[in-house]
């Protein structure tokens, strides 16, 4: 089978057969183009075979642009390093539901809208309740944003812009208080209710560690950090979760129903909890000196032992994010005079030797965001069961931002992916004493 480019920007697909169909060529602004297949099975009979959906378009977007062999990521066409530099958390919810950053007033007015919406109904208590107290916090945050539509059914019309608008608010306002209410249930500490005189960071973290028996007050630098730790994790384009959201929302399904299959996803390890499968990593390592013998049986595949935190599926090049979280990292360590941190010690020895290594270097797996996030979170006082919570709480605004532009984009269908059946062909059914 061969596909030809002709002059008018459509490949033609010849088939064993000598049939040639016309598959016409879609442009995006940036990035690779693309081939639209969508008659492919109706006027050939054919269907394409992508195991893991690593090459295939599932969609138009306007939101994301990654370029992974140069190690781009842009939100609706700004830098991440611009962003996380210059712009707060709620600024690039904004920017990635509307396409625009806001102007002060805008922010003022969505900020206000957040803030109104950070509440919890008193009866969703009774969820934590339900779980054990050893229950892992992801569980915890599924079950409950699964069930936040029984106590606000109110208004989930979907074909409704202003429910839309209103459901997304909701997601982005209320992650974090159900994020810091898992916490706390699972540490045995009272809930705390959020603040609406603090920022959104910086309400998160006091949810998170403030005690009624004593006036705790949010560190600026760590308020910052957990800012960019956000906005870091906030959107992604196509990957699993974002993908899981999208396949969800595609049958019409209420979109706190589509989020929570989204931290559902997420909770893999092979997603998600990569940053705390580094922290694993860097303690069974244990000690400077042990690194030249771990990255041996990293090069030998046989001991199936991996580099966790190098490499990306998408970047090819240094992941853009990495470079930000390292210097956060120094100064979150520096902040709380965490002179002498053995995981950071370890994660910059390691990433020198790695990096100074033709093995890793030839294969380009370079430092990616998991490699330090974890330490700072660590450094912070958030227990590793909690990292993949704050991924979630993060990706929340690119995760309604996708979900919202798909049901808004014209055309919409519900997502069903073809298959190559590689099982029995057709028999006929034998009867039970006939088999042998």
């Known amino acids: 089978m061969d596909i030809n480019t002709l002059e008018d920007e459509v490949f033609a697909l010849s088939s064993s057969s000598g049939k040639k169909y016309n598959l016409p ?37 306007k939101i994301t642009f990654i370029d992974g062999d140069k190690g781009v990521l842009l939100y609706r066409g700004y830098p991440i390093e611009q962003l996380s530099e210059n712009a707060s958390f709620p600024e690039i919810s904004y920017l990635l539901l509307n396409g625009e950053l806001p102007t002060e007033g805008q922010l003022a007015t969505f900020d206000g809208q957040l803030k109104s919406h950070t509440m ?12 054990r107290r050893d229950a892992h916090p992801m569980a915890m945050l599924c079950g409950t944003v699964g069930g936040l539509s029984a106590f606000y059914h109110d208004r989930l019309d979907i074909s409704k812009a ?12 209320k992650m974090p208080t159900i994020a810091a209410w898992a916490h706390s249930y699972s540490q045995g500490y009272p ?60 049958t019409g399904a209420n979109p706190f129903a589509c989020i929570a299959s989204g931290i559902a996803a997420l909770w893999g390890p092979a997603h998600g909890g990569a940053n705390e499968a580094v922290l694993r990593m860097l303690g069974q390592i244990g000690d400077v000196k042990n690194i ?24 090819k090049n240094f992941d853009p994010r990495a470079k930000i979280m390292q210097r956060t990292c120094q100064e979150v360590l ?103």
């Open 191 to 250: 809930f705390a209710y959020p603040r609406n005189d603090l920022g959104f960071s910086e309400n998160f973290i006091h949810m998170l560690f403030s005690r009624p028996s004593e006036n705790y007050k949010v560190n600026p630098v760590l308020a910052r950090a957990m800012d960019r730790i956000l906005i870091l994790h906030a959107d992604h384009e196509q990957n699993a979760s974002t993908s899981t959201v999208r396949l969800a929302g595609s």
């Open 334 to 436: 520096g902040e709380l005079d965490i002179k002498h941190e053995p995981l950071l010690e370890l994660a910059v020895e390691l990433e020198r030797i790695a990096l100074a290594d033709d093995y890793f270097v030839s294969r380009k797996l370079y430092p990616n965001v998991d490699f330090y996030s974890g330490i700072i979170l660590k450094a912070m006082g958030i227990p590793t069961s909690m990292f993949t919570v704050l991924f979630a709480v993060a990706r929340t605004g690119g995760w309604v931002a996708q979900w919202k532009e798909m049901i808004e984009q014209p055309g919409q269908r519900i997502s069903r992916p073809r298959q190559i059946y590689i099982g029995a062909p057709k028999r006929d059914f034998v009867a039970i004493n006939q088999r042998g």
């Open 162 to 173: 202003e429910d839309r608008e209103l459901s997304a608010l909701r997601l982005i306002a």
């Open 120 to 131: 919890l109904h008193e009866q969703i208590r009774n969820f934590f309740n339900g779980f």
């Open 25 to 61: 060529e879609i442009k995006g602004t940036l990035g690779p183009k693309g081939i639209d297949i969508r008659k492919l099975y109706a006027e050939s009979d054919l269907v394409a075979y992508d195991p893991g959906l690593g090459n295939t378009g599932s969609c138009e977007s």
């Open 292 to 315: 030249p013998a771990f990255i041996q049986k990293v090069k030998n595949k046989e001991d199936g032992v991996k580099l966790m935190g190098f490499g990306h599926r998408v970047y």
